[in-house]
């Protein structure tokens, strides 16, 4: 049976999130129909309404970072049950595509292409609004009181895992940590360079804490997230506004030579650029987890990879959801993952574009919407 749902509907790039009642259809084999309860609000999200996204796509329900429970299974769900408690995935994990098995990354392609263009494996859409056929989002549109996802997109956690806070590991949190953990690899002892004090940058800070780094270099333009950084355990702090000279040439002169690993959490091609040239000669490695509009492109002298520099790029920290995303939640209830540091604000979906505008301004970390 066809329900309604509360949503914040992008009807076009730039406009504000529309909040409607949408129509949701069932779930249809292999999909199941979540009630989301909490959502965070990441700056990707932003970034696909700005219009600079090449897959964005219009009019869709956004929202990628949501905690919910399964109201209802298709045909042929095994894995999940009605009252389970889930976290959304964009990188779907089906555990049977090349990619999968591969043992080498954590980009399923099982539903990639549809999730791509907005539509369920089947190239459909379970939502419209008056009778207007409206687009999924990077599988998940955590934005709706109602959604629907494959099975293979939905990671169970344990019921008492708070949704409002653990909604956080289905994107900001666990990019981070697992960008530093699973791609980069940061050895104990090392130095690392993390460009960004957002919920992304800040959860590499945890990253490296939990890497035993020896130095970390938190950097923005913005000195308001020092504090928090301070908290989470960066060592060092560089505002490049302070600095007449590249940032890079600063980062270099303060470790002797550069970096071991470096992190753009940003979205800036020029300071992928310095992220890069930041590491150390013969061994630094630097991982671009920012995401950069349509047309944009990374450029630096090949010189700098030909005397050693790596440079590397992150999708969900290399987190394989259904398999990994349980113990990042058992993390969080001991207290080694501090969610309730990056949650800055609390409001109701009517307030999402507050949300937006709080991004922004630079005042938030992470606004958590509750349904
Ligand atoms: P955010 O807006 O919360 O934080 C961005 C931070 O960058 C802000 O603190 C801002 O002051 C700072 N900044 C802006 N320009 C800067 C500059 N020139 N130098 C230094 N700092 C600067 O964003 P977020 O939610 O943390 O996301 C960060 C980026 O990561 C975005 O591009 C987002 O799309 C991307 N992202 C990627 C993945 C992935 O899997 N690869 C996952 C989540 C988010
Ligand atoms: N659609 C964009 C790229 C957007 C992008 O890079 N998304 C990241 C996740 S950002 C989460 O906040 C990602 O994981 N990408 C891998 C994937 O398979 O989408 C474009 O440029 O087309
Ligand atoms: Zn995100």
């Known amino acids: 049976m066809t329900i ?13 999130l529309q909040i409607v009642e949408v129509d949701v259809e069932p779930p249809k084999a292999g999909e199941v129909l979540v009630r989301i309860v909490a959502t965070g609000v990441c700056h990707t999200d932003a970034f696909t309404l700005s219009g600079d996204d090449p897959e964005g796509i219009f009019p869709s329900i956004l929202g990628h970072e949501g905690g919910g429970i399964v109201e209802a299974i298709g045909e042929g769900v095994t894995s999940l049950a009605v009252g389970d408690h889930v976290i959304p995935l964009y990188t779907a994990e089906c555990r049977q595509c090349k990619f999968c098995k591969s043992g080498k990354t954590n980009l399923c392609q099982a539903v990639r292409a549809t999730q791509g263009k907005g539509l369920m494996p089947d190239g459909t859409t379970r ?10 989002y990077m599988g998940c549109s955590t934005f709706s009181e ?9 990671a169970k956690i344990p019921q008492d895992a708070p949704l409002e806070k653990v909604c956080l590991l289905g994107c900001g949190v666990t990019t981070g940590i697992g960008a530093v953990l699973n791609t980069a690899k ?9 460009f960004g004090l957002g919920g992304i940058g800040l959860a590499a800070i945890i990253g490296a804490t939990m890497a035993k ?9 913005n000195p308001a997230k020092f504090e ?6 960066a060592t060092d702090f560089v505002n490049p506004q302070d600095h007449a000279k590249p940032i890079q040439d600063v980062i270099v002169e303060m470790t002797d030579g550069g970096v071991d690993y470096s992190l753009e959490c940003v979205g800036n091609v020029k300071l992928m650029r310095a992220a890069l040239e930041c590491c150390h000669k013969g061994w630094g490695e630097s991982t671009i987890i920012g ?33 990994e995303l349980p113990s990042y939640v058992e993390k969080a209830q001991k207290g ?20 937006f505008e709080l991004m922004h301004e630079g005042k938030s970390i992470r606004t958590v919407v509750h349904f």
């Open 336 to 355: 080694e993952i501090p969610l309730d540091t990056f949650i800055t604000h609390t409001m109701a979906l009517e307030q999402i574009n507050d949300a």
């Open 186 to 194: 940061v050895q104990a002892g090392s130095s690392v360079a993390i």
């Open 146 to 154: 109602y959604t629907v996802l494959p099975e293979i997109s939905l």
């Open 291 to 323: 995401v950069a509009g349509a047309g944009q492109e990374i450029s630096t002298r090949p010189f700098q990879l030909v005397t050693g520099r790596v440079w590397r790029g992150s999708a969900f920290g290399g987190v394989k959801g259904r398999t």
């Open 213 to 221: 780094a020896a130095r970390i270099i938190a950097i923005d333009i």
């Open 127 to 136: 939502f419209s609004y008056q009778g207007q056929l409206i687009y999924h």
């Open 4 to 16: 309604k749902s509360r949503a914040a509907v992008a009807f076009g790039p730039k406009q504000p």
């Open 228 to 233: 928090i950084a301070r908290q989470l355990g």
